[in-house]
């Protein structure tokens, strides 16, 4: 049995490191790579009413054509091997098209694996709520000069 569970904690730690390399470069594809049919990410807290995406949301979002020089920056990463769960802890910055509007968001980011332990099966992101407000703001900001 010890040998499963150091099995399963290495392919874990390899699953989560591949999605990390993914999430490091500015694309839908690359970042939901990994992820197994049907899962969606959350993003918390429930209090900004954000829909859970799928994985075809992710790749239509314009949150990656909004922004350049993206770098992601992982400070730590926790597994619970017996329920396939992982923590991230990670910062973002980057350029927007936004003015001097600067990308700078923080996550905590809680994976489930699927049972096998070869992708994600869900995605639950708690952001910085003030820098998404103001992203918010500065979108709509950003939309609103462009229809004048």
């Given at each position: 049995m010890?040998a499963?569970a150091t099995?399963?904690a290495?392919?874990?730690?390899?699953?989560?490191?591949?999605f990390v390399?993914?999430?490091?470069?500015?694309?839908?594809?690359?970042?939901?790579?990994?992820?197994a049919?049907?899962?969606?990410n959350?993003?918390?807290?429930f209090?900004?009413?954000?829909?859970?995406?799928?994985?075809?949301?992710?790749?239509r979002?314009?949150?990656?054509?909004?922004?350049?020089?993206?770098?992601l920056?992982?400070?730590?990463?926790l597994h619970?091997?017996?329920k396939?769960?992982?923590a991230i802890?990670?910062?973002?910055?980057?350029?927007?098209?936004?003015?001097?509007?600067?990308?700078?968001?923080?996550?905590?980011?809680f994976?489930?694996?699927?049972?096998?332990?070869?992708?994600?099966?869900?995605?639950?992101?708690?952001?910085?709520?003030?820098?998404f407000?103001?992203?918010g703001?500065?979108?709509?900001?950003f939309?609103?000069?462009?229809?004048?």
């Open positions: 010890a499963v099995h399963d290495s392919l874990q730690a390899a699953t989560i490191d591949r390399e993914g999430w490091k470069i500015n694309s839908g594809e690359a970042w939901t790579e990994l992820w049919d049907g899962c969606t959350t993003i918390l807290p209090s900004l009413n954000c829909t859970p995406m799928s994985k075809s949301d992710v790749i979002s314009k949150h990656f054509s909004n922004i350049s020089n993206w770098k920056e992982v400070y730590e990463i619970d091997t017996a396939g769960k992982s802890y990670a910062t973002s910055s980057a350029d927007t098209r936004f003015g001097d509007f600067k990308w700078a968001q923080e996550y905590a980011a994976i489930t694996l699927t049972e096998d332990r070869m992708k994600i099966g869900h995605i639950t992101e708690m952001v910085d709520t003030a820098f407000a103001e992203m703001r500065q979108s709509a900001k939309a609103a000069a462009g229809s004048k």
